[in-house]
């Protein structure tokens, strides 16, 4: 199986690369920098930047092998949690990963898919892109930033598009929210180690059923409402 999976520098994304590797899958791994941490024959790193759509264009074009699941794993957080402290500059950025990233890749790599086998795409969004989450009496003053909510409630709609035009060619898309680590962008009162969430996310990566409807669904507790 040939798997391809964005942010594979630390967090999730190494974790996940290191699962796959070792179940003796191949990995495609797209992240910005140029060292990591994960040397194996099945492994192959591609530094770029997701938001560049010829960046990642480049890379679709330079491999030939097809391509059986895509994980859309590369995120950015954000900080500022007022409207009087929000950038357009912070917004964008978390755009341009957070969106515009996974929409690159999903372009390019589609004719890879679509030869694969399982024909299968995983956003990792979040509860907090949820606008029925966010309208809850316990999370309405959370801290989490303007921009990382609106950019996932962003892709969430951009896998329910791709998923109502791409269901009769068998191409699924996942959209989950992976629960909160300790590694990258997860919160700081986390507990959950980042290792234990990749063997979740992995283990639901590799079943090969495909659900007729996109949902958000927290793994391990099931459907959020969008």
């Known amino acids: 199986m040939n798997v391809l999976i964005t942010g594979t520098s630390r967090g999730l994304g ?70 009087g402290e929000v950038e357009n500059d912070e917004m964008q950025a978390l755009f341009n990963v957070n969106v515009f990233g996974p929409l690159n890749v999903c372009r390019a790599f589609l004719r890879h898919l679509e030869t694969g086998q399982m024909k299968r795409i995983i956003n990792i969004s979040s509860r907090f892109g949820s606008l029925s989450f ?54 700081q009162n986390a507990v959950t180690d980042v290792k234990e969430v990749a063997s979740i996310v992995y283990k639901f990566a590799v079943d090969e059923c495909t659900k007729t409807k996109t949902t958000l669904l927290e793994l391990g507790k099931g459907v959020i409402e969008w």
């Open 14 to 83: 190494l974790e996940l690369s290191r699962k796959y590797v070792q179940d003796g899958h191949s990995v495609l791994g797209i992240c910005r920098s140029r060292n990591s941490s994960l040397t194996h024959p099945l492994y192959s790193q591609y530094q770029a930047d997701i938001a560049s759509r010829e960046h990642i264009d480049e890379i679709a074009q330079s491999i030939t092998a097809p391509i059986d699941i895509i994980i859309n794993n590369a995120g950015l957080p954000g900080r500022t949690t007022q409207l």
């Open 134 to 187: 966010n309208q809850r009496p316990e999370n309405k003053n959370a801290e989490i930033s303007y921009s990382y909510r609106i950019s996932k409630a962003a892709l969430n709609m951009l896998s329910i598009c791709m998923h109502n035009e791409f269901e009769q060619q068998g191409i699924s898309i996942d959209v989950i929210h992976p629960g909160s680590f300790i590694s990258g962008c997860g919160r």
